[in-house]
């Protein structure tokens, strides 16, 4: 009998989304202009993308960001990558509604975006540089949806395509990022261990050790903090655009995200240096190795973000009830 309730309530949600979309599909115009022209684009960057064949030897730009992202992330500092694309789908669904209640035109200037882009991923395919194609690819999706469905569009949608940017791979030009990163967590480090807990940490460039050498770690540039920051940072967008949309409300979460982001890491390679002053160089080296023990320090980070948007959230709601009053 629960088996045939279940079934029964799965059939009616599948009904119901099914219907749903076959709603939104109904209430778009121009559907043949764009997904012809969005076809031809995916062939053109399928067949043309990636001009760094000595690198990753596929013609194909999608291949070239699956092979850095995936075959490539054991010392990747790569944060949402992958998963932006599906973060970006699920909130066009959320905002579905909103979508097909603006007004919809054919806009014509929207061509010059895929003309811009056109250039860019021309410029990045002869200088060998795929990021640029990267962006390439979704400014001149972002231009093809404003030729068909006009600028309040590309208004309304424009926040879920500024989640595209966290695909672009940062290995090869993070380094301007990851030394200051480095210098600054050890810096943190050294003093709470020295001045705080009392412990004897010497600090060399981006090097910690004690006093009679029994341990000694550096900050690598893969331990820097970058993959963390751009996780952070990813969070932060989306909660404090869901919380906020446009508003310096948004802007302090998004600024909040870098903080948060040293203070993890910060955390992560004091918990190393105090487990290994006190229990030696291989109890230092466990923590530094386990998984579980290495996503402890995303745990203050998060409720902090949180925390800040609750307390956000309670003043912005508080002014409206004061002015509401007034």
């Known amino acids: 009998m629960q088996a045939a309730t279940d079934a029964i309530v ?42 760094t064949f000595g690198y990753v030897d596929t013609p194909s730009l999608f291949g070239w960001v699956w092979t850095i992202n995936v075959h490539t992330n054991v010392q990747t500092e790569q944060g949402p990558g992958l998963l932006s694309p599906f973060l970006v789908l699920a909130l066009f669904w959320l905002k579905r509604r909103d979508l097909l209640t603006v007004e919809k035109e054919t806009w014509p200037p929207g061509l010059g975006l895929v003309v811009v882009a056109l250039f860019m991923h021309g410029v990045g ?83 910690l050790f004690d006093a009679s050498q029994t341990y000694q770690y550096d900050v690598a540039p893969a331990c820097s903090g970058l993959r963390s920051l751009t996780a952070i940072f990813f969070l932060a967008t989306v909660y404090g655009y869901a919380l906020f949309r446009a508003s310096w409300r948004w802007m302090a979460m998004l600024l909040a995200s870098f903080p948060l982001a040293v203070f993890g890491n910060a955390v992560r390679l004091l918990l190393i240096v105090l487990t290994a002053d006190l229990f030696g160089k291989s109890a230092g080296d466990w923590v530094h190795e386990n998984m579980v023990v290495s996503l402890l320090p995303y745990v203050p980070v998060i409720v902090g973000l949180v925390y800040l948007g609750r307390r956000l959230d309670s003043s912005a709601r508080k002014k409206s009830s004061q002015e509401a009053a007034a």
Request: neutral net charge; contains cysteine; hydrophobic residues 55%.
């Open 125 to 207: 395919y002869l200088v060998q540089q795929p990021r640029l194609s990267i962006i390439a690819f979704f400014v001149g999706v972002y231009g093809m949806m404003g030729l068909a469905w006009g600028p309040r569009w590309l208004r309304a949608s424009f926040f879920p395509f500024f989640l595209f940017l966290f695909m672009v791979p940062l290995q090869g030009v993070d380094t301007v990022v990851t030394f200051p990163l480095r210098m600054l967590v050890t810096v943190i480090v050294e003093f709470v261990s020295h001045y705080l807990l009392g412990l004897d940490v010497i600090r060399v460039g981006t090097g």
């Open 10 to 51: 799965r059939d009616g949600v599948v009904e119901s989304i099914w219907v749903e979309c076959m709603s939104c599909w109904g209430a778009l115009p121009n559907k043949g202009l764009f997904f012809g022209l969005l076809g031809a684009w995916v062939m053109l960057f399928q067949v043309l993308g990636n001009g």
